[in-house]
């Protein structure tokens, strides 16, 4: 009698009892996924979305309130207040602090109690905080830290965040929500193969037509997390592409719509993005959009596009019409589509799913050395206080050579250039793209 996997119309004998990934999808806190989330920054929310009124926002489970005293400083605090329980998203921001409106309570950003006025001889008050986070404004996007106090990390300054050959590049703020765990948006990114199917041939061409060629991947470890190292044959050129992932949960892009027409070296970032839990089933992609003449020459993209749940970019959000997102799906529709957990013991696997597996140990290897003690070691390599990272696009003309295997030459090139970006690492990041040239001028791969 054959396994029922083997059989045809097995639905009735199938598992239906399949559950998540407990130890890598949770995010609250005292779960084991949730302290190793919180040892990083991560964003809170856009600073506009932050008006005179405190916002109420929930991040790695919990409640929280973002508010701006009138002296400009802010606070990220627990929502209900300590004295007994009301919400701070109806405290009223004073000069100093946090008010409660239930009985005048008053907080600073950093939880301090300043003043307990429903009893004005009480001084016990002054013993105690309430629950509080630190905060860091950015570019236009809110970030705290929500470890353990005694050991806040640098806020990461990563080597994209400033142009060193465009100085009218341009940084636009956006937040997307997503239903769905944060893992499978994470996962998406060290899959570029779906680019060929659910940007390209399936849903017609979303981004460029190069991207429906398919590529010779191979994925490797960087000093912060991971890359896949994508690469094509387009014409006459082999088109080099790295996207990366950052532990635990960052990610950058390179060019939405790249054309590897052109011959170029260290073309960087169109997107870093934080993959921001709100809680196991629902995640803020949250995040940069890029513009500058190297990441977008032809000017598809539309900064006025980009903001609070909308993105220049087709199938990123839910934001069309059931018929079109049926008809041509995108990211999100694939993504959420999931469920509000993948359910990994139900998939099947195949060569070009050694990304997901790649990114799915380094973070269940980050989770548990976390929970064992050990101190969390992502983003430790700086190189004149920037953070080095490795996303880019690099298109060197090589044409086929006749006798040649070119999947095989095409693959090498991905092999060497892959370790030779990861070594530039070590250059001042205004020197990385020459240097890269450097490289890329000497790399001929001839025969195999
Ligand atoms: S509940 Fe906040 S002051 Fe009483
Ligand atoms: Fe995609």
Redesign the pocket.
């Known amino acids: 009698m054959k396994h029922w996997i083997e059989q045809p119309y097995s639905g009735y004998l199938r598992k239906h009892d399949m559950g998540p990934d407990v130890e890598i999808t949770q995010v609250g806190p005292g779960t084991d996924g949730g302290e190793y989330l919180r040892r990083t920054w991560q964003p809170v929310a856009l600073t506009e979305e932050l008006l005179d009124l405190p916002l109420l926002v929930k991040l790695l489970g919990e409640e929280l309130v973002l508010f701006r005293t009138t002296k400009g400083t802010l606070g990220l605090v627990e929502k209900?207040?300590?004295?007994?329980?009301?919400s701070?998203e109806y405290?009223i921001a004073t000069e100093e602090g946090i008010r409660?409106?239930?009985?005048?309570?008053h907080f600073a950003p950093d939880g301090t109690i300043l003043e307990?006025p429903?009893s004005p001889t009480n001084t016990n008050y002054k013993k105690f905080c309430h629950g509080a986070y630190p905060v860091k404004e950015f570019k236009g996007i809110i970030f705290t830290y929500m470890g353990p106090p005694d050991t806040v990390p640098d806020f990461p300054f990563l080597d994209t965040y400033e142009d060193y050959h465009d100085e009218n590049s341009e940084l636009v703020p956006y937040s997307l929500h997503y239903p769905c765990n944060w893992m499978q948006i994470a996962e998406n990114t060290q899959d570029p193969v779906h680019s060929v199917f659910l940007h390209t041939s399936i849903s017609g061409t979303q981004f460029d037509d190069s991207w429906g060629v398919m590529p010779v991947l191979d994925w490797v470890k960087t000093p912060i997390g991971m890359m896949n190292v994508n690469v094509r044959r387009w014409k006459d050129n082999v088109w080099l592409r790295t996207t990366e992932s950052i532990l635990p949960n960052y990610n950058q892009a390179g060019a939405f719509w790249e054309r590897p027409d052109d011959e170029k070296a260290f073309q960087r970032v169109a997107t870093t993005r934080f993959f921001r839990p709100i809680d196991d089933t629902h995640t803020h992609v949250m995040g940069w959009r890029f513009f500058n003449d190297s990441v977008d020459p032809d000017k598809n993209g539309d900064p006025t596009a980009v903001g609070k749940d909308k993105i220049d970019a087709v199938g990123q959000l839910d934001d069309r019409e059931r018929e079109e997102q049926q008809r041509e799906p995108g990211d999100y529709e694939a993504i959420m589509s999931q469920g509000p957990i993948a359910i990994h013991e139900r998939e099947t696997w195949v060569d070009t799913d050694r990304g997901v597996g790649m990114m799915r140990k380094l973070v269940r290897d980050g989770i548990r050395a976390v929970r064992d003690g050990e101190a969390f070691t992502s983003l430790p390599a700086e190189v004149s206080g920037v953070v080095p990272t490795f996303t880019q696009d690099s298109v060197i003309e090589r044409p086929l050579l006749d006798g040649y295997d070119d999947e095989k030459v095409i693959r090498e090139y991905g092999k060497r250039y892959g370790e030779i970006v990861i070594e530039s690492a070590k250059v001042k990041p205004e020197d990385r793209k020459a240097y890269l040239q450097a490289e890329l001028d000497k790399l001929h791969i001839d025969k195999i």
Not at 80 to 86: E, F, K, L, T
Request: proline residues 0%.
């Open positions: 209900h207040c300590s004295h007994r329980g009301a701070l405290g409660c409106c239930y009985h005048g309570w307990t429903n």
